[in-house]
Structure formats: structure tokens, C-alpha cells
């Protein structure tokens, strides 16, 4: 974040535009979209609202910025997926590449536009011309600093994306060689003192623990299922009422949307998988193009009231009376939007996600 904060100084918005930089990089070394938000709540918010930012900006961008940890491998998201639909993992990450630099960039251009063109929106503008002399004469960041903090992060997401997408790693090879790699770079910076390195421990096995116990219960469920005829009987219903199947396709994304304002992401994936892929398969979709669309509906209910679960996440870790939760779904609301279209057009052009298959 301190890079592209460098880096991008000089742009309109330029503290929104280097969040979102920040969380699409994290997202290659994270799956996790609350890890994303949980993290950035506590570097970026304070350090947009010190250089004159909104506060409900900061924190919308900060919570519609972290899906990109879901979006771009490796991705949580993806992984009980492929799991569930029995798809290639590997195929799944490499699918998501394109759309989610797409939706990143969407997120950097309306950041920009409001920054351009709504100003009130995106500054707290009294705070802002008061700042705006200082940041001036701030100095810049010698490219030594720059490179000592960007390289091991760069080396990491090569190490593991690359050794995926060459085959050289299965998945859950390179999620130990990525965490293996995390491990060294964090010793090197000797950052895991004060205990931390037992937090990681513990809070990894709770969330793996939980997880896999997902995936057994989704296991059990898929085959109840199954064997009770649901999915082949929702086929037909489908079939008889004319739908299409993009008219199957818009009303899936309709539930999933519906879902996302009261379950979480994993339990909507858990829920609907089972039950549309045979469907999808019965009306000619390409799985890891159906696999991509679930995933980016998945997210936006990660955003949208009443529950957004990112939402929340930002605001619990803020800790802010100053700031309600209202104020950051309508921080959010522009990404919202972005998604939104780049949903529209990544289920209607699949070439979008397969493009690198």
C-alpha cells in the first residue's frame, strides 16, 4: 500500500486508486475477501482520511476493493467451486484472471471520475485545501524503498501463480509453498514476535477446520440431492417453462443476488452449486465460464445490505461511532455498480474469462 500510495500521488483519487492496487495485489497472495478488508480497514482508511479523504469513501472503497481477494487467484471462492462442480482448480484461477483486472480497472476509472467530477464524494474538501500545499512538498520515495518493499511480495505471488499455472504446483502444493514463502519473508522482516506466529497457527486450523467441515456437510448435500431427483426436476421445470439458458442464467444470478443480502458467500456456493451445475451442463455452459459468473454474484452479495459481510467487516474493524454502516454501503454503492456491469458482460461474452484457457 505504501508503494502505490507512492506511486500514485499525482493521480485524481490517487489514495482510492492505490487501495484498490494494494487489495488486487494482496488478493494474489490471499483467498480471502474479509482478509482483504480487514487488513486495508487498518491501513488505508486512516491513512485516506489523514490526506483528506471522506471517511465513508474510504471505507466504501476499502470494502468494495476487498472482493478482489475472492476474484483473483488463488481464490477461496474458486477452490469450493471446483470441489463442488468437479472442475479443474487450476482452470478456475486462470479464468479469473481477466475479469477481475477488469473489474479492478473499473474500480480505478470510477474512483477517478468521482474524483474528477464529483469531488464532494470522494474529499472532505475543507481538509482537502488545507492539505493540498503540504502534500506538494512531501517527498518522494527513493526507488530503493520502493523496491525493498515491493520485490518479496512480487517474488511470492510469482512464486506460487507461476509454479500453478506451469503445472509445477498442484493447488494445494502451492498453497504450502506460498505459505511457506510468507513464512520466510515475514521472518526476514522479523515480524511474527509478540506471540503473532501462534496466532497464525491457530487461526489457520480454525478456518481450515471449518472449511473443510463445509465441505463434507456440501458432500452429504450434493448427494441428497441427487439421489432425490431435485436437480434433474428443476432441469425440467426450467426446460418446460421456455427459459433459455440465459434466461436460466439471469434468474440463477437473481437468487444468488437475493441470497447475498442474508448468507454468507461460502454458504451461498454450498446451497446452489449442487443444484444449478447439472443444469447448466444440460443446457451446454461451459463449467468454469458458469463457475466464473457464480463467483463475481457471489461477491456483490458481499456488498449489498442488509448483511454484507465485507461491510460489516470494515465496520467492526474501524471501531469508528463516528461512521455507520449505512455510510459505508453507500461508500460501496459505486462498486457495487462496477460489478454489476462487468457481470452483465463477462456472462454475456464467456470468451472474457476463457480467454486464457
Not at 8 to 31: K, P, S
Not at 43 to 49: D, L, N, Y
Not at 154 to 177: D, I, K, N
Request: aromatic share 10%; glycine share 10%; with cysteine.
Amino acid at each position: 500500500f505504501e508503494v502505490a500510495e507512492a506511486l500514485l500521488r499525482r493521480v485524481r483519487g490517487g489514495l482510492g486508486v492505490a487501495t484498490v492496487a494494494a487489495n488486487a495485489v494482496f488478493a494474489a497472495v490471499t483467498g480471502v475477501s474479509i482478509a482483504s478488508a480487514a487488513v486495508f480497514t487498518k491501513v488505508a482508511v486512516p491513512e485516506m482520511t489523514r490526506h483528506g479523504y471522506r471517511k465513508a469513501f474510504a471505507a466504501g472503497t476499502v470494502a468494495g476493493s476487498s472482493i478482489l481477494g475472492m476474484l483473483i487467484p488463488p481464490s477461496l471462492l474458486m477452490i469450493i467451486y471446483g470441489v463442488l462442480a468437479e472442475v479443474s482448480i487450476g482452470k478456475m484461477f486462470v479464468a479469473g484472471v481477466v475479469p477481475g483486472v477488469i473489474i479492478a480497472l473499473g474500480f480505478v476509472a470510477v474512483i477517478i471520475g468521482l474524483a474528477t467530477f464529483w469531488p464532494a464524494y470522494v474529499y472532505d474538501l475543507d481538509r482537502r485545501r488545507t492539505l493540498a500545499a503540504t502534500e506538494a512538498e512531501a517527498p518522494a520515495m527513493p526507488a530503493r524503498e520502493i523496491l525493498t518493499k515491493l520485490v518479496p511480495i512480487v517474488l511470492l505471488v510469482a512464486l506460487v501463480l507461476g509454479g500453478l499455472y506451469t503445472g509445477f504446483f498442484t493447488p494445494t502444493e502451492a498453497g504450502g509453498v506460498g505459505a511457506f514463502g510468507a513464512l520466510l519473508i515475514a521472518l526476514a522482516r522479523r515480524s511474527l514476535g509478540d506471540g503473532k506466529i501462534w496466532r497464525v497457527l491457530t487461526e489457520t486450523g480454525s478456518v481450515s477446520c471449518s472449511i473443510l467441515i463445509l465441505l463434507i456437510a456440501a458432500g452429504f448435500y450434493s448427494r441428497m440431492l441427487s439421489m432425490a431427483g431435485v436437480p434433474t426436476a428443476i432441469g425440467d421445470l426450467v426446460q418446460a417453462t421456455g427459459l433459455g439458458a440465459y434466461g436460466f442464467l439471469f434468474v440463477y444470478v437473481l437468487i444468488i443476488l437475493f441470497l447475498g443480502m442474508f448468507l454468507d458467500s461460502s454458504s451461498i456456493l454450498l446451497i446452489m452449486t449442487p443444484i444449478a451445475v447439472p443444469i447448466a451442463q444440460s443446457f451446454n455452459f461451459d463449467l468454469i465460464h458458469f463457475g466464473i459468473v457464480t463467483v463475481i454474484a457471489v461477491e456483490i452479495g458481499l456488498l449489498t445490505p442488509p448483511f454484507g459481510i465485507s461491510v460489516f467487516t470494515v465496520k467492526a474493524t474501524l471501531g469508528d461511532p463516528t461512521i455507520s454502516v449505512e455510510q459505508i454501503f453507500g461508500g460501496a454503492m459505486p462498486y457495487i455498480l462496477v460489478m454489476l456491469a462487468a457481470l452483465v458482460a463477462i456472462a454475456a461474452f464467456p470468451a472474457l474469462s476463457l480467454i486464457l484457457l
